[in-house]
């Protein structure tokens, strides 16, 4: 697709609109760490070594200058919906230089890339806000809320944590690093077999998905445990750990090893040592957090505090436009924000 400039004048400065791919995309390293300046060193050379590349970026330079003053990074994923991929992107990296804010900047990158995608034929994007005020304006609604987990205790002794669980026959492994990628296959195919089985929708997890979200974990000194029954595995969490503070930032156990953590079998085991008997008890849940907005659903999902959001792309096109994804679902979807909405799904964790 051709990537187009275009020339703004609001009164203030000039600037040019441009769209970066590949390589281009890392001149934005500058204006992420200025206004990112909470992101660890190890994250921002992991994002911009790993992530950034695969990303479409629209950015505003100040003519004067030739600085790069605002940008808005796409990333593009695929979601699941009721069996059929669906291509998205996640909006991510929204960013204005404190010099340049209120000039309507943002609004014009954000419009910008609502197009673009729209070309692409995608019919919703979505984004995690940091201010859901900022994008409720352009159409973004609230569509998913994640579980928060409380930590055990007993995982900061990493070896006393597996033996335990071992102990009543769950096998525990924590992967290092440099073995990781040994499982990413089998990762893939669990997860693909698990969501399909408990979750409406859910972000589609590829090998290369995992590979590139253990290296932003293990990047901020978290990792991955894995959980098998009968060496066939059952479930994972990923947690990362900053200042010391362990946080689960996914899991996701089959209906079997749920089962079997309700099971007299479990409970029952001598050896069950800290753990109580279900398995809301192995990781405090209580707490769901929304997550994800998109457009047309203006009220929070749930009491909690939602925290993605998303943005119909398609559905106010004439019918002809619309890319035939209804074979996905057991109705003609257009308005795909709503159905995210009142559907179970799983997005979690994003890179």
Same mark, same amino acid.
């Given at each position: 697709?051709?990537?187009? !400039?275009?020339?703004?004048?609001?009164?203030?400065?000039?600037?040019?609109?441009?769209?970066?791919?590949?390589k281009n995309?890392?001149? !934005?390293?500058?204006?992420?760490?200025?206004?990112?300046?909470?992101?660890? $060193?190890?994250?921002?050379?992991?994002y911009f070594?790993?992530?950034?590349?695969?990303n !479409?970026?629209f950015?505003?330079?100040?003519?004067?200058?030739?600085?790069?003053?605002?940008?808005?990074?796409?990333?593009?994923y695929?979601?699941?919906?009721? $069996?059929?991929?669906?291509?998205?992107?996640y909006i991510?990296?929204?960013?204005?230089?404190k010099?340049?804010?209120?000039?309507?900047?943002?609004?014009?990158?954000?419009?910008?890339?609502?197009? *673009?995608?729209?070309?692409?034929?995608c019919?919703f994007?979505?984004l995690?806000?940091?201010?859901?005020?900022?994008?409720?304006?352009?159409?973004?609604?609230?569509i998913?809320?994640?579980?928060?987990?409380?930590?055990?205790?007993i995982i900061?002794?990493?070896?006393i944590?597996?033996?335990?669980?071992s102990a009543?026959?769950?096998q525990?492994?924590?992967?290092?690093?440099?073995?990781?990628?040994?499982?990413?296959?089998?990762?893939?195919?669990?997860?693909?077999?698990?969501?399909?089985?408990?979750?409406?929708?859910?972000?589609?997890?590829?090998?290369?998905?995992?590979?590139?979200?253990?290296?932003?974990l293990?990047?901020?000194?978290?990792?991955?445990?894995?959980?098998?029954l009968?060496?066939?595995?059952?479930?994972?969490?990923?947690y990362?750990?900053?200042e010391?503070?362990?946080?689960?930032?996914?899991?996701?156990?089959?209906?079997?090893?749920?089962s079997?953590?309700?099971?007299p079998?479990y409970v029952?085991?001598?050896?069950?040592?800290?753990?109580?008997?279900?398995?809301?008890?192995?990781?405090?849940?209580?707490n769901?957090?929304? *997550?994800?907005?998109?457009?047309?659903?203006?009220a929070?999902?749930?009491?909690?505090?939602?925290?993605i959001?998303? $943005?119909?792309?398609?559905?106010?096109?004439?019918?002809?436009?619309?890319p035939?994804?209804?074979h996905?679902?057991?109705?003609?979807?257009?308005?795909?924000?709503?159905?995210?909405? !009142?559907?179970?799904?799983?997005?979690?964790?994003?890179?």
């Amino acid at each position: 697709m051709e990537l187009f !400039t275009d020339i703004i004048n609001n009164g203030f400065d000039a600037y040019r609109i441009e769209c970066l791919q590949g390589k281009n995309v890392l001149a !934005t390293r500058p204006l992420w760490e200025e206004v990112f300046s909470e992101d660890s $060193k190890a994250f921002t050379d992991y994002y911009f070594a790993n992530k950034a590349l695969s990303n !479409t970026t629209f950015i505003c330079r100040h003519l004067s200058t030739e600085q790069i003053v605002s940008m808005v990074h796409l990333t593009p994923y695929e979601m699941t919906i009721q $069996k059929t991929g669906v291509p998205t992107f996640y909006i991510v990296g929204v960013a204005t230089k404190k010099s340049h804010r209120h000039r309507g900047l943002m609004s014009t990158l954000l419009n910008k890339s609502f197009e *673009y995608a729209a070309r692409l034929l995608c019919p919703f994007v979505f984004l995690m806000p940091a201010n859901p005020a900022i994008y409720e304006p352009f159409g973004f609604s609230y569509i998913y809320a994640r579980p928060q987990y409380s930590v055990p205790e007993i995982i900061k002794r990493r070896e006393i944590y597996i033996n335990h669980l071992s102990a009543t026959g769950i096998q525990v492994q924590y992967l290092e690093k440099e073995t990781f990628p040994k499982i990413l296959s089998a990762l893939s195919d669990f997860a693909a077999e698990t969501l399909f089985a408990q979750y409406d929708y859910y972000l589609t997890r590829s090998p290369s998905y995992y590979n590139i979200l253990l290296s932003e974990l293990y990047a901020q000194n978290g990792g991955i445990y894995t959980f098998s029954l009968h060496n066939r595995l059952e479930g994972y969490f990923l947690y990362t750990e900053e200042e010391s503070r362990p946080f689960i930032q996914e899991l996701l156990f089959s209906h079997k090893l749920h089962s079997y953590l309700d099971s007299p079998n479990y409970v029952n085991s001598p050896d069950n040592g800290l753990f109580a008997a279900s398995m809301d008890s192995l990781f405090d849940n209580s707490n769901a957090v929304p *997550y994800v907005m998109s457009t047309l659903f203006p009220a929070p999902l749930s009491e909690c505090k939602p925290i993605i959001m998303a $943005k119909n792309l398609l559905s106010g096109q004439e019918s002809t436009s619309i890319p035939n994804y209804s074979h996905a679902t057991s109705s003609n979807i257009t308005d795909y924000v709503n159905f995210l909405s !009142t559907h179970k799904g799983f997005i979690n964790e994003i890179v």
